[in-house]
């Protein structure tokens, strides 16, 4: 992996020296798609839908909705000697809307609007005023500095349904949920050159609650290259499953199903767009003696980043 990353550093260097547009791996049909970004100002934009519906039987139970929106700017230094570089992020903009039972229970917008809870706008004041920093080594992100500062001067709310906000909100905005993020953009990096139709596997760790850490292994594959415009764009895709079991809080067993498709930009080396799929049924074991019903909980997710450098 490093290997190529130097090699990488030293083809962009000749680019930016002699004017010529042209690709890593041009000639032969191969390219790096890796997560290596060159200095510079970047915006990411994030927008995350979420659903999950829970079942008793045949009858639904619940259905909690929420859509997130994080719209950060990025100031990427040079990666060092050693393979550590860092992005200092500020948020320029998030809305999040939350629905319970298709009842509404949450909605803000940054760029126009405050909540009804004081608490929440104090959290959405702090973050937009934190610089976050992310840490990588050789690509992959390592620490997330900064996230405490969000709870500054919050108050704990008093209304019960005020707490199990913030609760959601705490975990949305922590360290490990932004990590895991940016992890979504080295899922389906090759440590080697990779042409039209070639394939290849990675594995990634993940954390399930009540379980641990899993590994999910992937199967990637370089599907298609636009050259049409300045910098070649490479559309790799991916998918992965990891099945499981749990005894707490209720016995039962799960899948985990996810499908990336990532967009490389292969002349300045960092992911421009990541669309991911996440599906997770977690199904409770039947008492045969009690004569409950069978819980059943089911989870969509739709994750979409796009980068876009300046």
Known sequence: MKNIRTLIKIVSLLVVLTGVQIALGADNGKYAVLNCW????????????????????????????????????????PEGGDGVQKFKMKLLR????????????IYFDSSNGRAKV?????????????????????GNPTEILGCDDFWKGVSEPTEQ?????????????????IKQSF???????SSEEVAVGDKWKNSTTIAIPSIGDKTLEWNCSLDSVDDSKEAALANVSGKGRLDFEITEPVKGKGRVEIENTVTYNTRYYFPTMVDSKVY????????????????????????KITVVKH
């Open 38 to 77: 060159e200095k510079g100002t970047y915006t990411l934009l994030q927008e995350c839908t979420n659903t999950l519906i829970v079942t008793v039987g045949k009858t639904e139970a619940e259905r909690d909705e929420s859509r997130l929106l994080f719209n950060w700017q990025i100031e990427a230094s």
């Open 94 to 105: 998030v809305m999040m809307r939350m629905r319970v039972n298709g009842r509404e229970v």
């Open 118 to 138: 004081e608490s929440l706008n104090t959290v959405f004041r702090n973050m937009k005023e934190t610089s976050v920093t992310v840490v990588f080594k050789d």
């Open 161 to 177: 349904e005020e707490k199990v906000l913030l609760s959601n909100l705490r975990s949305l905005a922590s360290a490990d949920n």
């Open 183 to 189: 992890e979504t953009l080295v899922y389906l990096d």
């Open 280 to 303: 997770v049924v977690h199904k409770s074991e039947e008492d045969a003696g009690s004569g409950e019903e069978v819980r059943t909980s089911v989870g969509f997710s739709k994750n």
